[in-house]
């Protein structure tokens, strides 16, 4: 079973930066979507991005679209979430979390690290 652990969530202003990293463990990851979700106050858990482990394969949901970045590192089995020009609507927790491809819905997932976007 793949393990995943978060890190470099933070409190940050608006118009900055930050990076989030997730470490992945586990057999093969070919057959892997990765993915970045959030849950922030009053709102629904959402996709905001994700990646197919072996074809690069990029999804952004429209409200992060251009501002983040998704990528992943197969010799350090590391995936990560740049985010530019945050806002404070981007503030929550976010997770990092992977389904098999053509699955439905995400089936492992890390603690989550919040992430404050201040104005």
């Known amino acids: 079973q793949v393990q995943l652990v978060e890190s470099g969530g933070g409190s940050v202003q608006a118009g900055g930066s930050l990076t989030l990293s997730c470490a992945v463990s586990?057999?093969?990851?070919?057959?892997?979507?990765m993915g970045w979700l959030r849950q922030a106050p009053g709102k629904e858990r959402e996709v905001v991005a994700a990646?197919?482990?072996?074809?690069?394969?990029?999804y952004y949901a429209d409200s992060v679209k251009g501002r983040f970045t998704i990528s992943r590192d197969d010799a350090r089995k590391m995936v990560y979430l740049q985010m530019y020009n945050v806002q404070p609507e981007d503030t929550a927790v976010y997770y990092c979390?992977?389904?098999?491809?053509?699955?439905?819905?995400?089936?492992?997932w890390g603690q989550g690290t919040q992430v404050t976007v201040s104005s």
């Open positions: 979390a992977v389904k098999l491809r053509g699955a439905a819905k995400y089936a492992r």
């Open positions: 990646i197919t482990w072996s074809e690069l394969r990029t």
């Open positions: 586990g057999n093969t990851l070919t057959n892997y979507v």
